[in-house]
């Protein structure tokens, strides 16, 4: 029997016991309870170490690019493909390589996504030119698309009971949320003491650890006999989110009213107004339209969109903050983000995970994001004769809880409820709206900061005796405004958690048959 989602969305029952007999429960009483895995925390340790390994390569290249344009002779024009090559590839492909997961087997593409992405590490690691490094990443982009929504959806049909799956997903939670500031600390530590090689490399041991873990600890089954890949599907969700990606990471040296800017961004759009189109219509779709039409699951789409585009400015700005206005080093700056991370963990872990299974998890979010909001509005605050302890420090620590409360329940919500031969798509939709939020968010509210810096400089150069400090004064008052413009987003992003993520605590998805 089934029942049916708030959305809509027909899912499949959860197996009755003699205690367990509500309403909505519709299957005989006899059907026997699935044993728990014996081996699902391994697996989590597992799955933990793969999503750290793609987090933590979103920010630990940034540290090292300075050393590595050096050391290469990458033109300042080239060097944003070191960035762009990747999040292209990630972005663009994380529809298909969701689906790709449910049809051949979410343990098979974990490990292929695993040894692919330590492949294309050690390879941009040896890289002797710009070329080979840009491959490499595209690479990187391209397995890790793969890996990320088997490992999120390998979590999801390994932990089923509620206070369980409440800890692995304030794990996982944490993880998603503090893998960028690690990354900065680690590449911090990389850069300065061995080279910008290492920044690579160090992907190589985590993704061995994982592979060596993976065929004893992770259950799934076989994949889908029968599916078939939708590959018009493929070719425009793909092509509008690659166009997209592109447009926004064209549109901060170019300009958003550049004519190829513009091109890019009207071409996404109309690729994925057409991948739509298509999903309604195909027989066996990339992305069936149940997944996102579901209130609650969109609801927590647009609360993670929301929230990863009003934070990851703080990363960006920060960065140039401590290092160009206080004049920090690499290894101090990133060992700045510390206490960031150390909210994210407390705050998923400890506080999130724990609520959640007797929480609301609108609850959760909308009280992150306030949190966030608070911490933003702390960092607006902020000026050229700052100190860290009494001013930077408590709006990281605000920062790290809401992202820790707010990450959790939207992980946990957003998946739950899907049927399993779903779980890997369902995945890799969060991780691309995720994505999509990074990529949107870094370049509007840098085109807004670097705005609001000019207008600064501008009507500040006439005053006699300040040139450099009217710079740093100038610089410090367009991340305020970037700032400010984040807390409304956070704010904004409270509000669509209250309003569409009306429902309890998260129920589990369909079990899959262990391979």
Wanted: proline residues 6%; aromatic residues 8%.
């Amino acid at each position: 029997m089934s029942k049916k989602h708030p959305g809509g969305e027909s899912l499949p029952s959860a197996p009755s016991t003699a205690t367990d007999r509500s309403p909505d429960r519709e299957v005989p009483a006899a059907t026997p309870t699935p044993a728990p895995d014996p081996k699902r925390w391994w697996a989590l340790a597992v799955i933990s170490l793969a999503q750290l390994m793609v987090i933590l390569d979103g920010t630990i290249v940034n540290i090292a690019l300075p050393s590595a344009q050096h050391a290469l002779g990458m033109s300042d024009a080239d060097r944003q493909w070191v960035i762009t090559a990747y999040t292209l590839a990630f972005g663009g492909l994380l529809l298909l390589g969701g689906r790709i997961a449910d049809l051949v087997g979410r343990k098979r593409t974990f490990v292929i996504g695993l040894a692919g992405f330590a492949a294309a590490s050690a390879l941009g690691g040896a890289a002797a030119g710009p070329g080979m490094l840009f491959a490499a990443r595209a690479l990187q982009g391209a397995f890790a698309a793969v890996l990320a929504p088997s490992a999120l959806s390998l979590l999801t049909t390994t932990f089923t009971d509620p206070k369980e799956r409440a800890r692995a997903f304030g794990v996982y939670g944490a993880l998603a949320g503090g893998g960028s500031a690690v990354g900065l600390i680690v590449g911090g530590l990389l850069t300065e003491y061995l080279n910008w090689r290492w920044s690579l490399y160090v992907n190589v041991p985590i993704a061995l650890a994982a592979l060596l873990g993976a065929p004893a600890f992770l259950r799934d089954r076989s994949g889908r006999r029968g599916g078939h890949l939708d590959v018009p599907g493929a070719l425009l969700g793909c092509g509008g989110l690659v166009a997209l990606v592109y447009g926004f990471s064209e549109a901060e040296p170019r300009g958003w009213t550049s004519p190829s800017v513009l091109t890019l961004l009207m071409a996404g759009m109309i690729l994925l107004a057409a991948f739509v189109w298509w999903q309604s219509r195909a027989a066996s779709p990339l992305l069936p339209l149940r997944i996102v039409k579901d209130r609650v699951r969109a609801g927590s789409l647009a609360t993670m969109g929301l929230a990863t585009i009003g934070m990851f400015g703080v990363f960006l700005f920060l960065t140039y903050y401590l290092q160009v206005v206080l004049g920090y080093p690499p290894v101090r700056t990133g060992l700045a983000f510390v206490p960031i991370s150390a909210g994210i963990v407390i705050g998923a872990t400890q506080i999130a995970a724990r609520l959640l299974p007797r929480t609301a998890p609108r609850t959760l979010m909308s009280s992150g994001m306030v949190l966030a909001a608070g911490g933003m509005v702390l960092l607006s605050r902020l000026t050229v004769h700052a100190q860290y302890v009494p001013h930077v420090l408590p709006a990281l620590l605000l920062l790290g809880l809401g992202m820790g409360l707010t990450f959790m329940p939207v992980y946990a919500t957003a998946t739950a409820g899907v049927p399993a031969q779903d779980a890997g798509v369902a995945s890799a939709v969060l991780n691309t709206v995720q994505q999509m939020g990074a990529s949107l968010g870094t370049v509007l509210l840098n085109t807004i900061a670097t705005g609001a810096t000019s207008r600064y400089v501008h009507s500040h150069v006439h005053d006699p005796g300040r040139g450099g400090a009217t710079l740093d004064e100038g610089m410090v008052h367009g991340f305020s405004v970037a700032y400010w413009c984040s807390a409304g987003v956070l704010l904004l992003a409270a509000l669509v958690a209250g309003v569409t993520v009306r429902h309890k605590t998260p129920k589990h998805a369909g079990n899959d048959a262990p391979a």
